[in-house]
């Protein structure tokens, strides 16, 4: 009974809890599609407005690219009508122009033709009056022959002659004074030659240096060096190519040369193989070559140090080596290192004052007695060997011709070089600077 009463029961509760889920699923969903519609609709709304102001910014864009290309436009336009304008203007004035040479043409070609004209009237005046003297001629000519007694023809091999004789002595005295003056100018060149000559190979002056001292302990020292049966002296003498001289000077060797390199490193050697007392021909060979090899790393120094004193950069190294080698080198007496110097400070100074480059002219100044320094089995006048040894160094073309023109072996092609000449007169001539020759002497 019960069972019967409870299933009824639950199937009234079953569809009233299916009835009350239909109607709140109905009202639920009801809601959902009402809340998606208004969200559509915002969105919608939202899609709308973005796309407007997006197209008025695209129309806004195109507003201000249409106005910029317009710009652009009107202004090529105008630089266009304006280059037409100038162009017509242009044509205009070269119209004018054409006009005026046209006219101008005109009027020189009747300038011509009336000079033309003048100039065969003038001509039919000339060859009237050119007519009128031969005839004048032909009857003078006969008076002469009248009163003379002589041809024309014999006249004119009388005056021939009497001007042939007056050109002969003419020319011979005009000969004689070329010989006199080429003979003059022979003797002066060759006493330049034979000074450069000189100079070139350090040649006996007796008022020059040529002779070093060693100083030595004692006498002994002597025989040492001379070595037995003379073999040490030989072999100093044979490495170095100086001559040694032991005589009764006490406690003093002399080494004679007129290389004044070649004798310092006699000098340094000689010092040295006396300080280690080790003195036979190996000994010496070994002792002259360390000493040439330091010697030479002293000049390349010396070099440096002149260019680095005067301010001038980027020379060849081995124009450096000829300057430092000007250390050894003399002109009458005067040191030729010492003397470029003091020739490229007054070049220097010299051409800052004319508004010329100073350095260039320093340059020039320093290397102008650079030939001085080449061996002298390379033949030829020093400033000439100058010129070719900086023109293979690639030195600058007007340092080349100061060093090749300052004896005016070639011709000066700038104001420097003129320069170079004056300065290498005035260090010479400085009282002091130099010691005269013998010559000198004997002819006062």
Do not use: C
């Not at 009202?27 to 407007?52: F, H, L, T, W, Y």
């Amino acid at each position: 009974m019960d069972l019967i009463i409870l299933i009824p029961m639950i199937a009234v509760l079953l569809a009233l809890f299916f009835y009350l889920g239909w109607w709140f699923n109905s009202k639920v969903g009801k809601k959902s599609i009402a809340s998606a519609e208004a969200r559509a609709e915002q969105i919608i709304q939202d899609a709308q407005k973005e796309a407007n102001n997006l197209k008025r910014e695209k129309l806004l864009e195109v507003k201000d690219e249409w106005y910029k290309k317009k710009v652009e436009f009107d202004n090529e336009v105008n630089q266009k009508k304006q280059k037409l304008a100038n162009l017509e203007k242009q044509l205009i004035a070269r119209e004018e122009n054409s006009e005026k040479r046209y006219d101008l043409i005109i009027q020189k070609e009747r300038e011509v033709r009336k000079l033309e004209k003048e100039l065969a009237e003038l001509k039919t005046s000339l060859d009237q009056r050119v007519e009128e003297i031969k005839r004048l001629e032909a009857e003078q000519n006969e008076k002469l022959e009248k009163i003379s007694g002589l041809t024309s023809e014999e006249a004119k091999k009388i005056l021939i002659n009497n001007m042939i004789d007056e050109a002969k002595t003419d020319a011979a005295q005009i000969v004689k004074e070329i010989y006199d003056k080429a003979k003059a100018d022979a003797k002066k060149e060759a006493q330049k030659i034979i000074v450069q000559a000189i100079q070139r190979t350090a040649a006996d002056h007796s008022i020059e240096s040529t002779v070093s001292v060693v100083q030595i302990q004692n006498d002994e020292m002597k025989g040492r060096i001379i070595g037995k049966e003379g073999r040490n002296i030989r072999a100093f003498e044979a490495v170095t190519g100086v001559d040694v001289i032991v005589d009764d000077t006490p406690e003093a060797v002399i080494l004679s040369s007129f290389d004044q390199f070649r004798r310092e490193i006699a000098r340094v050697s000689l010092e040295r193989l006396i300080a280690d007392g080790r003195i036979h021909p190996a000994r010496i060979e070994e002792v002259v070559q360390k000493t040439t090899q330091e010697l030479e790393e002293e000049i390349l120094r010396e070099g440096e140090n002149t260019l680095l004193q005067l301010g001038l950069h980027n020379m060849h190294p081995e124009l450096v080596k000829h300057i430092g080698k000007m250390k050894y080198r003399s002109s009458y007496g005067q040191n030729l290192l010492q003397h470029s110097i003091e020739v490229a400070y007054l070049t220097g100074i010299m051409a800052a004052e004319l508004g010329l480059d100073p350095v260039l002219a320093k340059r020039a100044g320093l290397l102008h007695d650079v030939g001085k320094t080449v061996d002298k089995s390379i033949e030829g006048p020093h400033a000439l060997i100058g010129y070719d040894l900086t023109k293979k160094y690639k030195e600058h073309p007007i340092v080349v011709n100061a060093v090749g023109s300052h004896h005016e072996d070639i011709e000066m092609e700038h104001p420097i070089a003129a320069l170079v000449q004056s300065a290498d007169a005035i260090s010479g001539a400085r009282p002091g600077a130099r010691r005269e020759p013998l010559e000198s002497y004997v002819k006062r």
